[in-house]
Nanobody, 116 residues
Framework: QTQPVESGGGLVQPGGSLRLSCTASTTIFDVYDISWFRQAPGHQRDLVAR???????VYADFVKGRFTISRDNNKNTVWLQMENLEPEDTGVYYC??????????WGHGTQVTISS
């Protein structure tokens, strides 16, 4: 089963930076569309950014200009570089690999906390 593993979360002050990583053990990593979602306590899980198999990128309005998603298929890794973090960015960040309704895999998430 292809379950992604997230890492890189932590506690940072407002204005700080973090880089999240998502890796997965699969020989067909390159065909997946890969997304980062986040979920704050009491809120729904929201899309943050997506990079598809052709490396087209989509960002949520609330992170445009601050976050950058990238991938290296040779390393089976997707990164989310987060800059100028705000307290509202706090939440659990989840990675999702998707190539169809029956082929959607979620990680367990990594906690990001922005606080002074």
């Amino acid at each position: 089963q292809t379950q992604p593993v997230e890492s890189g979360g932590g506690l940072v002050q407002p204005g700080g930076s973090l880089r999240l990583s998502c890796t997965a053990s699969t020989t067909i990593f390159d065909v997946y569309d890969i997304s980062w979602f986040r979920q704050a306590p009491g809120h729904q899980r929201d899309l943050v950014a997506r990079i598809d198999s052709d490396e087209n990128k989509v960002y949520a309005d609330f992170v445009k200009g601050r976050f950058t998603i990238s991938r290296d298929n040779n390393k089976n890794t997707v990164w989310l570089q987060m800059e100028n973090l705000e307290p509202e960015d706090t939440g659990v960040y989840y990675c999702n690999l998707y190539r169809g309704p029956q082929y959607s895999w979620w990680g367990h998430g990594t906690q990001v906390t922005i606080s002074s």
